[in-house]
């Protein structure tokens, strides 16, 4: 009876956010692509491929977890050379990153809609050899069928966040029964191993291995340069003191500017760099910085005749995708947003891994684990509000020496949490292929 009313109610939900579905179809010709894939409708060759050798199903909902499952599937192929994958994905964003750096011997689709007869029919296409969940994701058709089928299911990199934990909480004895089909759950913290017991799965398969996302964080050196020739040709001087606000949304565009405006004053070599989290953003975002009477240009004016000679603008506003981190690299601060006027939090990670003093607001939820390791080690600022934020930026703009301790440490403590998505790779291949 549990399972027939997820049925219905899922069947009903999807059919409310079909016309959101149409619509960003009709929007974006990237979501329009392959859309049939959600409902197992696959090309001839993909069939093909899928039916020359079992693969090991792994799912990555967006651009973050797509990081982490491609290391993860790097890690198992360099223990087990011929093992073949299928990595799954939800967003558009996430498929086309995939697509750019997925192995060509693996197979790129989208995740099925959670459909009883869709996720049988996918699992006979693809026969996986086990099916890997990155992070949080938790449908409940495709466990439970799988582990009917006798193929193992693992989640990696498994985090549990507050508000999820309450929904589970209220259906408990609905997500037993799926946490029960689980062979293996590989997780961030003790806290999501608490809750997870709590929820009803048996704490004999949960592992704490830390984040994987340690693992992901690379440099670029080429982006890196590319960043610093931008600076250079609007007139930002290695001299000059940069604030980056990185994968910021509404509310805390107008926050850095109002405190910018104030500290330009007493330093007058500050710059600021804007790189919102949605580039779609960046006309709203514009019309913040015209409002604030500050000077400015866009990444995407580059090339063309007012750069022809240096224009030195207060802000530079990154209105592109993919960039962030390179930015990061020349930053003297960084600020990582939807954590001040927003709930959530972005990864600190990635600007940790430049050696580079990060700020904070107190809304890091997705990110709780990854904070504790950073305040633990006294790694990064937290600040409880915007004028907790101008204080801080006021002293470490002050004050190179206490710039350089906070970088030195995020730097340190990426190094030192590194490994984690190979020693999870070792043990999902235990289950994979079990010692006789």
Known sequence: MLWFIYNILFTVGFLLMLPRFLMRMWRRGGYRKHFLQRLAVYSPDILKRLEERRRVWVHAVSVGEVFVALKFVEEMRAIAPDMSFVLTTTTSTGYRIAENRLNLKDVLLYFPSDFPFVVKRVLKVINPQALILTESELWPNIIRYARSCGIPVAMINGRISTSSYRGYRLLRVFFKRILECINLFLVQSDTDKSMLVELGAAESKIKVMGTAKYDVAQFDPDGEEKAREVLRVIGMTATDLIITGGSTWPGEEAVLLDIYKRLKGLFGNLK??????????????????????????????????????????????????????????????????????????QNVIEPALYAKPIVVGPNMENFAAVVTDFLQAGAIIQVKDAGGLEE?????????????????RAGSLVNDKRGVAGRSAELILKIIQPVE
């Open 272 to 345: 600021l760099v804007l790189v919102p989290r949605h580039a779609e953003r960046s006309t709203e975002v514009e019309g913040e910085i015209m409002r604030s009477g500050l000077s400015y240009i866009r990444r995407t004016d580059l090339g063309g005749p007012i750069l022809k000679k240096p224009v030195s603008p207060d802000v530079l506003l990154v209105n592109t995708t993919g960039e962030l981190k390179n930015f990061y690299a020349c930053a003297s601060i960084i600020f990582v947003g939807k954590s001040l006027t927003q709930h959530g939090g």
């Open 392 to 408: 801080t930026f006021r002293s470490l703009l002050s004050d190179s020496s206490m710039r350089q301790s906070f970088g030195r």
